[in-house]
């Protein structure tokens, strides 16, 4: 059962950059026909997808926040990351790194709380 | 891409059914058989319920069903128990590599 885990700083300044990593266990982020994404979820709020990669590089992105975020992979550690610059308090949520398979999300990380503030 | 519709809250007495309803497009619900649904206990992560519309992941209790009628899908889930009380989101496929979900529905079991 792969296994995910999200790292990174839990409190970013307003118009600063946030980055997470995802450090995947128990299965190769190689393995072909899986993406790994990044999903979000404010306080109290529904789910929002942000991102998401395939092991090769290529990258797909909500169109909302295309302008400001970037995903990226490292094979070689098993891990893919997120940024997102010029952030802002609504930017504050739960991160979440998680594998989709075809049309659904079938592993999740616990989530890691990102918070903007001054 | 805007999010789907769900109710904000749906409830039901232990044993009953019920059913919770995701609202899309022609852009996405509407166009592919694409649609998930995911519960979420509070301070937990989502957990795969549905796929493809209407498939159960292994492990996944037959109480949990799916379907879906032009723009909209539903998660219907019968015999209702006190462990089901969680969020429940959709989320589908938009084309071109986009995904869209629900704004959520609190279950409530009586």
């Known amino acids: 059962q792969v296994q995910l885990q999200e790292s990174g700083p839990g409190l970013v300044k307003p118009s600063e950059t946030l980055s997470l990593t995802c450090t995947v266990s128990?299965?190769?982020?190689?393995?072909?026909?899986?993406?790994w994404g990044w999903i979000r979820q404010p306080p109290g709020k529904g789910l929002e997808w942000i991102g998401s990669?395939?092991?090769?590089?290529?990258?797909y992105y909500n169109p909302s926040l295309k302008s400001r975020v970037t995903i990226s992979v490292d094979t070689s550690k098993n891990q893919f990351s997120l940024k997102v610059n010029s952030v802002t308090a609504a930017d504050t949520a739960v991160y979440y790194c998680?594998?989709?398979?075809?049309?659904?999300?079938?592993?999740w990380g616990q989530g890691t709380l990102v918070t903007v503030s001054s | 891409q805007s999010a789907l519709t769900q109710p904000a809250s749906v409830s039901g007495s232990p044993g009953q059914s019920i059913t919770i309803s995701c609202t899309g497009t022609s852009s996405d619900v509407g166009s592919y058989n694409l649609v998930s649904w995911y519960q979420q206990h509070p301070g937990k992560a989502p957990k795969l319920m549905i796929y493809?519309?209407?498939k159960r992941p292994s492990g996944v209790s037959n109480r949990f069903s799916g379907s879906k009628s032009g723009y909209t899908a539903s998660l219907t889930i019968s015999g209702l128990q006190a462990e089901d009380e969680a969020d429940y989101y959709c989320c589908s496929y938009a084309g071109s590599s986009v995904w869209v979900f629900g704004g959520g529905t609190k279950l409530t079991v009586l």
């Open positions: 990669i395939y092991y090769s590089g290529s990258t």
């Open positions: 128990g299965g190769s982020i190689s393995r072909s026909s899986y993406y």
């Open positions: 493809e519309g209407s």
């Open positions: 998680a594998r989709h398979y075809d049309s659904h999300w079938t592993d």
